[in-house]
């Protein structure tokens, strides 16, 4: 059963990996890294069940904290830029 | 007993990979950003919530559960506060979202 | 001919992850080498760094091995001296990473640009008007 | 399963490697850098080192990236068309490559317990340090008691980073007393993320909670002192971002910053002159109480404080110094 939760997480993390890839605005880029933080939490939490020693939950406290520290970092210096412009992100 | 509980964590699983599997579709296949932002934000939100579940279950009341809650409650708190952020940055910006008029 | 290829497929399995890492380290190469934006080489050198972590954390993973903090159900532990020695290094990387991106905010502070080339042509400019 | 997982993982990395070769934007080089790290934590704890995949995730994902994107700001966000033909670096990568592959050829294979790196002194640390240290986790004591020369090293080379980070960078010297009722009326007039202050308060305590936890618990499990360093650093650098530079300047004055990073390389290497007069060698714990395990317990707890006193005012600090370039009037407005 963990087995296939972790497969399914790491699908989704492909996914999303994908969408930070593609853009095309940079916010989409934060929007997929976020969510690829969130995952990467859970499969931290699913993989320690997995290999049957599930105590190093403390790791995904921390992702959790410096996924969060991680995106509002970066809105706040899109903000400062002022340099948003139309063209696409390549 | 050990059934009831495996049966219930697989529900939980279940539904928790249905919902990130919708979100992380949706963020690939939705038009423009605003509706990416609401397909990953709210399947985030209670996808990770299942599969914490789904993890409790397995490892009964002990130190581990209570982590899996810690990093649940957190992640309740950062989640929507870092999409409420990113979309109210991106409309600062002057990003449009896509209306019926648009095309 | 087939203990060869049995021998080959082997062998891969064996070092796959090394080839990958060195497919990451060499990326990185190229950036630095590559790119003559400043920061985009600040990013390449911190992918080599990381990539040489991974190949380090790899040689000291034992197969059926767990961390190596005592745990009573444990067969065998992996090798507690290569996660030492990166992990002094991670902290060192961050702390040479930060040196070098303020090197490059005062370098756009005295040239106005970062891009490599630029900077030389300036530079060698102001050399000829002396 | 966990050779797919690993495989899985260096697939998603290379595929990261590849975007950021080719990508032009360099606010998304960064972000897709913050992903590289996660990634690479995450194959860390795939291969047993947990305490190196909390030190990557904190320093890759978290500081490192901070820093790039808070010199972006000042240097701005795309790469020019570079004029330089791509060829010459693609060869010499792709020489190099192809000799270092031609290497792993003569490497013993990937995870076999009689490889000759987990011999020698790797045995002696798995066997004896539990009954020698007298704590669990091997690769602390590793780190503090048995390399505790090296650590202090380590520990030299980031204060002297910062010394070079400050003598490049100067941190904005916060406005006078008198000023600050207005800039105060100015912050309840326009304040940029209510949600957001809201949130980084409540996070705050629980965060430095968390680096004291990680700090005194990292005897046990993953953690010590690098890594509660840089969670302290984190939870001052959510409250800049949040509150803006001024508050966090008024909250942890750099002069203080500058004692405690000087004064935790002075712990650590207190503890070995102490050590010293005590009769034994240069940070030798044993002599620090009578029974040698107790004695290295003290030493252990000592140097790690020192250690995350010192990781954690001088990634503060750095990051005061970038924000004073990135962010310079943020005080004005609010």
Known sequence: MFATATIALLVIMCLALVRAFRGPKIFDRILAVNMFGTKTVLLIAVYGFLTGRPEFLDLGIFYALINFVGVIAALKFIERLEFYDEREER | MDVVTDLISWIFLGLGIFLGLTGAFGLLRFPDFYTRVHAASISDTLCTACFIFGLAFQSGFNLVTAKLFIILILLWLTGPAASHALVRAAHTAGLKPITENSD | ?130 | MELLVNISLLFMLSLTVIAVVRLKSLFAIVMLFGIYSLLSAMIFIALDAVDVAFTEAAVGAGISTVLMLATLVTTGRWEKKSSRSSFLPLLIVSITGAALVWGTLDMPEYGNPDNPAHHHVADRYIEQSPEEIGIPNMVTSVLASYRGFDTLGEVIVVFTALIGVLSLLQVRTPPSVAETPLRNENRKLSRPYPVLQVVALVMMPFIILFALYVQFHGDFGPGGGFQAGVIFAVAFILYTLTYGLDDALALTPVSVLKALAAGGVLIYGGTGVVSMLLGGNFLDYNVLSSNPVSGQHIGIIVIELGVGITVASVLICAFYAFMTRALPDQGQKG
């Open chain 3, 1 to 130: 001919m087939d203990s060869f290829f049995n021998e080959v497929i082997s062998g891969a399995l064996g070092r796959y992850n090394y080839w990958v890492v060195i497919f990451l380290m060499m990326s990185g190469f190229y950036v630095v080498i590559g790119s003559t934006n400043l920061v985009k080489k600040i990013v390449g050198l911190n992918i080599f760094q990381t990539s040489v972590f991974i190949l380090y954390i790899s040689i000291g993973k034992i197969n059926g091995g767990t961390a190596p903090i005592v745990w009573a159900n444990a067969e065998r532990y992996s090798n507690p001296l290569p996660h030492v020695l990166i992990l002094t290094a991670i902290v060192v990387g961050v702390a040479t990473t930060a040196l070098g991106l303020s090197l490059i905010m005062r370098i756009k502070h005295a040239y106005n640009t970062v891009e490599e080339d630029e900077i030389l042509a300036i530079s060698l400019e102001e050399d000829e008007d002396e």
